[in-house]
């Protein structure tokens, strides 16, 4: 999914290049709007009539001005210099189309006349977005995210977007999928303790060793059981004490996070991701069939 | 030209896999044909006695994706590694790594197999780099495995 928010920003970089550069070309006064003059010219047999090509809103007088470059985007997710007292930390950012300064984590314009869709903040982090700037914290409330998500998609959905220009749509993808993104993350305990320990500096990376043996030993037994179990009854004994278990250490996360125990955190959150993965071996347990799970 | 570019990116892997297929090189998701091979028919499977005092086990982990990897080397008196077993719960190219380190390290002296680097293992088998983590967790498993013995024998040494 991060993937593809990049992809979105390097078509939207790609793209809003050439929306400016057809714009310049239209605004040039190379040409005029019949068509029979544009016969000598190249671009005439690729693109017969710039101007008719404009949409009728870009001809609108306040929009026939130069359209400012966007805001350059970094999806900067760390947001480490980014996090604290909500805007402390984080630049306002300037509309790309009026030059109103807006808060980093502003959806729309706050400017009524223009209210256009903004840019990704930089060092804007997923707690300034779907949790009204509230300092990022293990404990959330999930019906709160859940409505705050539901009410920003309807804001920069891309579908409402279809009729609006190409830097408008492209925004509009590019924030659809960063809030998409940030959902996911908040609402699941595991990716939420990740990311906490992501803005804290803490992060866990792809070339960390767990310095636990016995945490590795009781996951290899648990998958050697689940590999070995043949009845429903011996899978249910291992998912109701696994369930147990994550219970335990989430309760444990809360803990550990509300009284900044930044290690304790880190250790809590290696476990809950093993253990998740045992659940998951679990899930797709069959009598008789390998266990695999993808990843 | 292309050596001094080899030089100043020691980490990125050599450059026998710049000629080698892209669908293999650049998808993590299109795993190579020798991974393939090492996760249906893996060589060395399976475990031996931990109590052995001639036998030493490597229990690491890779947090960031919920692997584990367990390595046994069972060792001689000359510090020859005469039998080897492994379990590893991972994706493929975890599973195939193991495989491939069991292989290798098969008849080796232990100060031998300590010089293993994972850039060798990911070499052969192709790994792209979003996979190269797992070549680096068989890395550790041998060295802790190694460690583990040496632990065992010291401390045997020490009570004898």
């Known amino acids: 999914m991060f993937k593809q928010l990049l992809l979105a920003q390097r078509q939207y970089r790609q793209i809003s290049a050439l929306g400016r550069r057809r714009h310049a070309y239209c605004q040039s006064g190379l040409f005029s709007a019949s068509v029979g003059s544009l016969a000598h010219s190249r671009t005439a047999s690729k693109r017969p009539l710039c101007i008719g090509r404009q949409s009728y809103s870009a001809r609108l007088p306040h929009r026939q001005q130069q359209l400012q470059p966007p805001q350059r985007q970094r999806h900067d997710q760390s947001g480490g210099e980014g996090e604290g007292e909500g805007e402390g930390g984080s630049a306002n950012k300037a509309c790309w189309h009026c030059q109103q300064q807006n808060s980093p984590a502003s959806l729309l314009c706050k400017n009524e006349k223009c209210a256009v869709i903004q840019a990704v903040g930089k060092g804007v982090n997923y707690y300034d977005v779907l949790l009204a700037g509230r300092p990022p914290s293990f404990e959330i409330d999930a019906a709160e995210l859940r409505r705050n998500f539901l009410r920003s998609q309807q804001a920069v959905h891309p579908d409402s977007f279809s009729q609006r220009g190409q830097i408008e749509r492209r925004l509009a993808e590019v924030q659809s999928s960063w809030i998409n993104h940030a959902y996911a993350t908040l609402k699941d305990p595991l990716h939420r303790a990740q990311y906490l320990l992501k803005l804290r500096g803490m992060e866990i990376g792809e070339a960390d060793q767990i310095a636990d043996p016995e945490l590795l030993m009781e996951i290899m037994d648990t998958r050697e059981e689940i590999e070995e179990a043949t009845t429903d009854a011996q899978i249910a004994a291992i998912k109701a004490r696994n369930d147990a278990n994550i219970a335990a250490v989430t309760t444990g996360l809360a803990s550990a996070f509300g009284s900044d125990a930044l290690s304790r955190a880190r250790q809590l959150t290696n476990r809950l991701q093993y253990l998740r993965r045992v659940a998951q071996a679990v899930h797709v347990w069959e009598p008789g069939k390998p266990v695999v799970i993808s990843h | ?160």
Not at chain 2, 16 to 21: D, E
Not at chain 2, 93 to 106: D, G, K, M, N, Q
């Open chain 2, 1 to 160: 030209m292309f050596s001094i570019v080899k030089q100043l990116a020691p980490r990125r892997l050599p450059s026998a896999t710049f000629t080698k297929p892209v669908a293999a090189f650049v998808q993590s998701r299109f795993y190579h044909e020798k991974v393939i091979d090492h996760y249906e028919n893996p060589r060395n499977m399976g475990s031996l006695d931990k109590h052995d005092p001639t036998v030493g086990t490597g229990l690491v982990g890779a947090p960031a994706c919920g692997d584990v990897m367990r390595l046994q080397i069972k060792v001689d008196d000359n510090g020859e590694i005469v039998d080897v077993k492994f379990k590893t719960f991972g994706c493929g190219s975890a599973i195939a790594s193991s495989s491939y380190i069991t292989e290798r390290v098969r008849g080796m002296n232990i100060d031998d197999a300590l010089k293993i680097k994972n850039t060798d293992i990911a070499k052969e088998l192709c790994l792209p780099p979003v996979k190269l983590h797992c070549s680096m967790l068989a890395e550790d498993a041998i060295k802790s495995a190694i460690k583990d013995f040496r632990m065992k024998r010291d401390g045997a040494l020490r009570t004898a």
